[in-house]
């Protein structure tokens, strides 16, 4: 049968592909440059297509001084998203994958985070599972909540496996903390729900009755008690020194129907704007996102199970579109990734898309409103 | 009888038209008295144009079936007119929780792992039908290395994703898929290119 024209483009284009990644190994400069336009040339030929952009970003820091060079570095892995493995193979391959990726890091990094959800459910064999695959990671691990984790049994199990929902701890003169920014209000004492009907109930992203998540208020006082801690955890900090927040939402307001949302956001980050440099790394969204409020830079995690669509509003306006994701490649638009703690205090996000060229977010970029160290423009955004 | 007669005849003309031929023993009227007039009645079982100058079985030409065509066509979509304004608000609101009601069931299907076998439902990648572009269907679709209807890709992505069994085209739980992802890219997505969906619009 002869071959459809466009199949013959297909063809053509992923031995341009794999011509050009030949050719990246040792490059100076210049010749960076020379592939660099040759992988937008390609990029561009490429519009025909879906998915899969794979424009170089360069991997080495080239600007030296003024503190941005990188003083150590910390890798995530985020979302897993895990079912029972009988039932559900296809995220533990995700999960797998990402733990090799992990490993296989030179030099390793400082710490690994793990960025919430890693059960679907929030069933013992599930969070057991994790526990399992995580343990695999050779480098340190934090471990931090999502919703899938916390709602069948209001996280007793995932403390009995894995210790604090909030805490903090210093590294290399950083200050990090690790919340619980998933409470929400009591939705199923009054229902009469089980503990399964509530977890269901909160795994439902696009659930009309939803309630949005919360990190100081909502059900009993685990939220009131986790906002008082962190007054005074903050209290103790020099306004100097550099502060790094995980949380598992987003902590602000992008888009309330899908919970990529903290309720009460602005007082959170009320607490965080005296500090001179703050970042926040966050989950749940599984996608590339990115903003700044005021001091602070925001920078959302990819997640190893699947990729949510942007929201129809709320995007953060520095916020750069990845590509749509190609349903036909389980990785597509997943993946895992590393932060760059500089000297400065700031830090860049690399996202390690799966089956595209990483993408690289620096502090930079968000602070200079989005003019300076813009990463690659999408040619086939979603919409 | 009579009736029946012309809607024959009808059927008949309708051929002529469709196959572009004129064949003389299409139009045939079938009365046992010559001079009878020829009635036609169009496919609603309804509109009818009563012709004077057309004898019960002569066989008209191509030019006069066409004309005829033309006036049934004409009075028929008059007739139309003076009905839409016959429906009465019980009637609309009974159409409203027809669409409602197969829309919800969509709803469900689409939040149902039973569709899989891995547990995963729509929802957990689409949000509010999310990316499925509706609007965008026909198209060809590179991976599948032919065009897609909507129905396509749901089926695609119940093999593939979520490891289940395809439905076939003519299933409900397919069709109220398809009708709750048009309403949901309608009603919930604000922005343009959402807004040409019009599902439930008379």
Redesign the interface.
């Given at each position: 049968m002869p071959k459809?024209p466009?199949?013959r483009k297909?063809e053509q284009y992923l031995k341009e592909r794999e011509e050009f990644f030949k050719a990246l190994p040792k490059l100076n400069r210049r010749q960076f440059l020379k592939v660099a336009m040759a992988s937008a040339a390609v990029a561009l030929a490429k519009n025909q297509?879906?998915p899969h952009s794979f424009q170089l970003v360069e991997a080495v820091e080239a600007k030296q001084g003024g503190g941005t060079e990188v003083k150590f570095r910390f890798a995530y892995i985020s979302d897993t998203h895990l079912?029972e493995r009988k039932?559900?193979?296809?995220f533990v391959r995700a999960a797998l994958k990402a733990v090799q990726d992990v490993n296989a890091l030179d030099p390793q990094p400082d710490f690994v985070l793990f960025g919430g959800d890693l059960a679907?459910l929030g069933q013992p064999e599930e969070l057991k599972l994790g526990k399992e695959i995580l343990s695999e990671v050779k480098a340190k691990i934090y471990m931090m909540v999502g919703e899938h984790d916390w709602y069948l049994d209001l996280g007793e199990k995932w403390i009995e496996l894995f210790g604090q929902q909030y805490y903090s701890f210093d590294h290399k003169g950083v200050h990090f903390i690790v919340l619980n920014s998933v409470i929400v209000d009591d939705y199923w004492t009054e229902a009469k729900m089980t503990p399964m009907e509530r977890m269901k109930f909160m795994a439902?992203?696009?659930n009309p009755k939803g309630r949005p998540f919360t990190v100081g208020k909502g059900y009993g006082d685990v939220g009131r008690k986790q906002f008082e801690w962190l007054k005074q955890d903050l209290a103790k900090v020099s306004k100097d020194t550099p502060v790094v927040v995980f949380s598992h939402s987003p902590l602000y307001k992008y888009y309330k129907?899908?919970n990529f949302w903290t309720d009460d956001a602005e007082e959170v980050q009320a607490l965080l704007r005296p500090f001179k440099n703050v970042t926040v790394i966050h989950g749940h969204t599984h996608q590339p996102v990115f903003n700044k409020i005021g001091n602070i830079n925001f920078y959302g995690m990819l997640s190893t199970a699947?990729?949510?669509?942007y929201?129809?509003?709320g995007l953060p306006k520095l916020t750069i579109k990845m590509n749509?994701?190609?349903?036909?490649d389980?990785f597509d638009g997943t993946g895992d990734g590393t932060v760059e703690i500089l000297a400065n205090g700031k830090a860049n996000k690399i996202y390690n898309l799966w089956s595209r060229e990483p993408m690289k977010v620096t502090a930079r970029y968000l602070e200079s409103g989005g003019r300076e160290e813009v990463p690659p423009l999408p040619v086939d955004p979603?919409? | 009888m009579k009736r029946k007669i012309a809607l024959f005849s009808l059927i008949f003309l309708a051929g002529i038209f469709l196959s572009g031929k004129n064949d003389s023993s299409a139009i045939d009227g079938k009365g046992d008295k010559k001079s009878e007039k020829k009635v036609i009645t169009a496919c609603d079982g309804e509109t009818q144009v009563v012709l004077n100058d057309v004898s019960k079985d002569e066989v008209m030409s191509r030019e006069k079936a066409q004309e005829v065509a033309g006036m049934l066509l004409a009075t028929y979509q008059q007739q139309k007119k003076y009905q839409s304004t016959k429906f009465t608000r019980r009637d609309s609101l009974i159409w409203e929780r027809e669409l409602k009601a197969m829309i919800e069931e969509g709803y469900k299907w689409f939040h149902d792992p039973s569709l899989g076998t891995n547990g995963i439902s729509c929802d957990m990648c689409h949000p509010d039908a999310a990316d499925n572009h509706p609007e965008t269907y026909p198209k060809f679709q590179i991976q599948l290395k032919r065009i897609a209807l909507l129905r396509d890709m749901i089926n695609w992505c119940i093999e593939n994703p979520m490891e289940g069994k395809p439905l076939k085209e003519d299933d409900p739980r397919m069709k109220a898929m398809e009708a709750y992802i048009i309403w949901a890219r309608a009603n919930q997505d604000p922005r343009p290119h959402a807004k040409i969906l019009n599902p439930g619009k008379r």
């Open positions: 459809m466009s199949e297909e297509f879906p079912y039932l559900n193979e296809r679907q439902q992203l696009d129907p899908w699947w990729p949510w669509p929201a129809p509003t749509r994701a190609d349903p036909f389980q979603s919409f | -």
